[in-house]
Structures are given as C-alpha cells and as structure tokens.
C-alpha cells in the first residue's frame, strides 16, 4: 500500500510537526499486518494542482522506512529519473538496501510533471530525451548494482568508473520496476530490463499494454513470464453502497477544504469508479477478474489513510484473505 507523504494533498491539516508520527504510524501498521510492501511517490509538488501543502521526499522516506521497519519491502512508484544522477541514485539506492536489509524495490520512469520539472530547474526535455535517459540510467544501475562499477558514455549520461559500494544486499541487485505504458520505447525498456511493470489497471488497457510487452519480449528474447505485470489503484471500501458514499463524500469535502471546489469537482470524478472503489466482495470480484488477465501485484492507495484507517482494516479483513 502507498503511505501518504502529502503530494496527494493527504496530509493537508495536520500539523507539520506529526507528519513522521503520521507516517510512520502507517508504515508499523502495514508492517505488522499482511501487506507485501509499503510505497511513496517520487514528487515535489502536490497534485492535482501545486499549493504549498507539503510534499515529503521520497528517498529520505525510504531511508526512514528502512530504519523503522523490519518486513515490509519498501518502494517508490516511481522515482523520475532525471531528478537524480543515476550512479548517485544507484549508490543512495544501495545503502538503503543495506539499512532495511536486503528489501528496497526500484521503480523508475521518464517523468512527466512538468510543473515540478522547471520549476526545480531541471528543464523539461522532448520526451524522446526523457526515455533516453531512462534507457541509460537502468543500464548505469543495472551495471553498478552486479559490479560495483558503472561506465557509460551515453547520450545523456556520462560515468566513467563510478564506484557503487556497498553492493546492495539482494543477489543480482534491486528489482527494477519500469513504469509506464508507452508502446514504443517504455515498455520495449521494461522487456530489455524490468523484473517488474506498472502501467494502465483498467481491464482493455492492461491487456493491450500486456500484449505489446509480449511482443517485445518475443522480439529480445526474454521470457515474457519472468516479468510481474502491476498496477495502481485507488481504493474506496466500505461495507456497504451506503458507506461507500459517505467516503466518497468526505474525500469530496477534504479536498474542497484543500484545494477549492474545482479541485474537489475534479478528485471526486477520479474516485466515480475503479477496481478496488465499492464494497469488499465488488473489490474482490474485480481484481480476480485482473488477475486473469496476469495483474498479479496490486499497489493500493487509501486516500484517508492519514486521518482513518478503518477502510484499511476492513480492506485487511475481507479482501486480502479472499485473494490470498
């Protein structure tokens, strides 16, 4: 499950003060229970719009998590390449395996939060820069990760003998989560490189985006079957069709106190449906159905989570054992 951070505005009214408490509260309740893993996002600036709510950065988090706990796998879905040199990243990424010992997850994309590109100065390239820099830095921390050396001379990135120790604890390195859906380039990425995906949890989409990565396998000779296919999904649960509006109608009122009615107008249009938005046996029935169709990991995202935690509990209770 993600743990809020703020980017989402799902801090917004707590004082600064408790946002480590606030979070690390949900990092020990997920990692005493039955979650896989915990996750943030590799961002700035809140969406849907920038305000000056906090946004906590994503590998300081995860160095915390991996001091604060002791089973949860710890990820960030997902870290944008062109904010971090990548023998830097692949180094900061490495410790941080060492710290939690041997549990850290890679995902890495292109980027594409323009507002938060320029504004911390990093320009916004074409996005045929933006996958090439993807390419080059999966290559510099795939090679440094089984080195301990990384050399380069690419089109955007130059490494010359950067040393990356300590090595990370996992045999063969971090797992690599390549995130995005592009046809082309992304996913073609993700064929050469991944150990996971992440892109489109909607039944048409994940299956197109599954056929392409097939048939990019095909093409490099990779076994199409090592690769675990993942999604997103946002999730509102309640007992019943009643309970359901009522949190729908409070993640409604929290982001109009946060953000304005638009901003309310907007997010509430976002959680009209989903996978995991109804009641546990809806929730249930519609990931079974995406796990026909090979969605085997499911990263879930509670936009209350900071401020009430029973959709979790009751996402513990009576969907997690049904799928288990």
Not at 157 to 183: H, K, S, T
Not at 204 to 218: I, N, P, T, Y
Request: glycine share 10%; charged share 20%.
């Amino acid at each position: 499950m993600f743990v809020p951070q703020g980017w989402k505005l799902d801090l917004a009214g707590i004082e600064p003060a408790r946002h480590w408490e606030t979070i690390a509260g949900l990092a020990a309740h997920a990692d005493a229970g039955p979650w896989e893993s915990i996750w943030v996002y590799d961002h700035f600036h809140t969406v849907p719009v920038p305000t000056e709510d906090a946004t906590h950065e994503a590998w300081t988090l995860m160095a915390a998590f991996a001091a604060a706990t002791r089973r949860v796998r710890l990820g960030q879905m997902c870290t944008c390449m062109a904010y971090r040199n990548p023998a830097y990243l692949a180094k900061v990424a490495a410790t941080v395996d060492v710290v939690s010992g041997g549990r850290t997850e890679m995902g890495i994309g292109a980027g594409w939060y323009e507002h938060e590109w320029r504004a911390y100065g990093y320009g916004f390239p074409p996005a045929r820069e933006r996958l090439r820099a993807l390419d080059e830095g999966v290559q510099i921390m795939s090679q440094a990760w089984r080195t301990g050396t990384a050399t380069l001379d690419g089109e955007i990135y130059q490494v010359d003998g950067a040393i990356v120790r300590p090595l990370p604890l996992q045999a063969g390195g971090i797992p690599l989560w390549i995130a995005g859906g592009g046809e082309k380039v992304t996913l073609r990425i993700a064929a050469r490189y991944a150990q996971y995906t992440n892109f489109d949890g909607t039944p048409d989409g994940f299956s197109r985006k599954s056929e392409v990565l097939a048939q990019h396998c095909s093409e490099l000779g990779r076994d199409f079957g090592e690769i675990v296919r993942s999604t997103n999904y946002s999730v509102v649960i309640g007992r019943d069709e009643a309970e359901v509006r009522e949190r729908r109608a409070w993640i409604a009122e929290h982001y109009r106190t946060a953000g304005g009615d638009a901003v309310a107008e907007q997010v509430a249009a976002e959680y009209a449906e989903g996978a995991a938005i109804g009641t546990p046996e809806q929730i249930v029935d519609r990931l079974r159905s995406m796990q026909d169709l090979g969605m085997t990991y499911a990263i879930l995202y509670f936009p209350e989570a900071a401020y009430d935690t029973s959709g979790i509990e009751l996402f513990e209770r009576e969907v997690i054992p049904a799928l288990s």
